[in-house]
């Protein structure tokens, strides 16, 4: 079945270090990917998708390519805040409309 | 726009009570809603869909009489955990989607609900 697969946190980082977490995953036909971020004790806002090979995802600073050729999906960002400090979901659709999410990353970015 | 609201956002109840949680679409009109569980630093587990005006579709190992789910409208589904129990205790979140629309495949998530079930 399909599958998101991300990298273990917590994510520690300085402010305005680079910051990359990994994506990939396994899925039949071409999903749409997406990034979702969740601050503490709230719900999952959009961050950026993408729904076809080679697309690049942009929103707030933060950048993720659709690579096809590798199955992934990795979320970057050139120089983090502190109120970059969350938690990171990976998703796919594979055209159901329902989600597989990965497990998040928890990124802390200290001043 | 793509606002959804949840309410309750944190809610106490005693064990063997019901509680409801509405979720709202509040600047389009969604004709899929999503109905997710999150335990504690874990991933989101997807507990059912709702179709406005038609039955939930439960996921695998989710009681559906347990947690009643109703999409009366294209702007609003209810999640009812009926006779909670201290393990129902969760971070519930729906989400709303609109196919109808060019943005077919993005789900806007509410903020969630803290159910602690006493």
């Known amino acids: 079945g399909d599958s998101v697969t991300q990298m273990e946190g917590p994510v520690t980082l300085s402010e305005e270090a680079f910051l990359t977490i990994n994506c990939t995953y396994t899925?039949?036909?071409?999903?749409?990917l997406f990034w979702y971020v969740q601050y503490p004790g709230e719900g999952l806002q959009l961050l950026l998708k993408?729904?076809?090979?080679?697309d690049k995802g942009s929103n707030k600073g933060f950048e993720a390519t659709y690579r096809k050729e590798t199955t992934s999906f990795h979320l970057e960002k050139g120089s983090v805040q502190v109120s970059d400090s969350a938690v990171y979901f990976c998703a796919l659709d594979s055209g159901t409309y329902k989600y597989i999410f990965g497990t998040g990353t928890r990124l802390k970015v200290l001043a | 726009g793509a606002v959804v609201s949840q309410h309750p956002s944190r809610v106490i109840c005693k064990s063997g009570t019901s509680v409801k949680i509405e979720c709202r679409s509040l600047?389009?009109?969604?004709?899929?809603m999503f109905w997710y569980r999150q335990f504690p630093k874990q991933s989101l587990m997807l507990m059912a869909t709702s179709n406005e005006g038609s039955k939930a579709t439960y996921e695998q190992g989710v009681e559906k009489d347990k947690f009643l789910i109703n999409h009366a409208s294209l702007t609003l589904s209810t999640l009812t955990v009926t006779s909670a129990h201290p393990e129902d205790s969760s971070f519930y979140i729906c989400s709303a989607s609109t196919p109808l629309a060019g943005d077919t495949d993005t789900q806007y998530f509410g903020p969630g609900t803290r159910l602690t079930v006493l």
């Open positions: 899925a039949t036909g071409y999903p749409s």
């Open positions: 600047d389009f009109q969604a004709t899929t």
């Open positions: 993408a729904t076809k090979a080679d």
